[in-house]
């Protein structure tokens, strides 16, 4: 009988451990205990990365939603300092004035920035000079590069554009541009070039598609083994900018950045044809 009872407190003692979290259950917190939603604004160009991480994080925190608005980097970066988002997407580094206003600059990727034309353009490799007098008005006939007798259409982004912004800097050509037309989103550049043979846009490196081809910068084709490499010229940070540093936020917008940072979330950095900032 004593043998019993003594099998009996043994198994009862070590239940009664389980259920309260005894030393051998994990104190981490499960997917499901987050709940609510993450909202995030700003570049158009970080569409297709910011679409699939959210759609990924989803398969990971079912009780979460990543509520995501492309506005243009500018606006996102507003909509931080307002309050009005958790997360600004950006596809330019932060001025000292924003970061001077307390948001911090989280590099998720690098992106290539693609000179995008008609695929009836014979024209393959530009300079970096040439590109930047053709958009400066100083270069207005295909001809002149090589190419057919044929006026240049310059395409370019909205003035709010983190792509638009990025490209002149990269080019010190702000302020000197002479557009035909400024277009509000990458997919309009991209259509834009499609249709126009004459048409020369610049376009995020996942946005480049079989409906247009890109120019040779330098000689360098814009691709990410390139720009890995710090050959291709036009390349940009993306950035996921916080209003104070990451481990200030909420274990929402911790986890989305944790997740990132983890072997899905670099997957899909590469799955959109960007380079991981790791």
Do not use: H
Not at 153 to 179: D, H
Request: aromatic share 6%.
């Amino acid at each position: 009988m004593k043998k019993v009872v003594s099998i009996f407190v043994a198994m009862l003692m070590a239940f009664t451990l389980a259920g309260c979290g005894g030393g051998s259950t994990s104190t981490k917190s499960n997917e499901g205990d987050l709940s609510g939603k993450i909202s995030l604004n700003g570049s158009t160009s970080m569409q297709k990365f910011v679409t699939a991480l959210g759609e990924s994080f989803k398969e990971k925190y079912p009780n979460v939603n990543v509520e995501a608005q492309f506005t243009g980097s500018s606006a996102g970066i507003a909509a931080l300092q307002k309050g009005t988002c958790d997360i600004a997407d950006s596809s330019r580094a932060l001025s000292d004035d924003e970061k001077n206003s307390g948001l911090i600059e989280n590099v998720v990727a690098i992106d290539g920035i693609a000179v995008s034309i008609n695929k009836a353009n014979k024209v393959k490799s530009l300079t970096k000079q040439q590109l930047a007098d053709i958009y400066t008005g100083k270069i207005t006939n295909w001809k002149d590069v090589g190419g057919a007798d044929e006026q240049i259409v310059v395409i370019g982004r909205e003035a709010a554009s983190g792509t638009r912004s990025a490209f002149e800097e990269l080019l010190k050509i702000e302020n000197q541009c002479k557009y035909a037309q400024e277009l509000d989103n990458t997919g309009a550049v991209v259509a834009k070039c499609a249709a126009t043979t004459g048409a020369i846009g610049y376009v995020s490196l996942d946005a480049v598609d079989n409906s247009i081809n890109t120019m040779e910068l330098d000689g360098v084709k814009a691709t990410v083994a390139n720009i890995k490499a710090g050959k291709y010229p036009l390349q940009r940070p993306f950035v996921m900018a916080t209003k104070g540093k990451i481990s200030k936020q909420n274990k929402k917008v911790q986890a989305l950045f944790d997740y990132i940072n983890s072997d899905a979330g670099q997957a899909i950095i590469k799955k959109v044809g960007l380079i991981s900032a790791k």
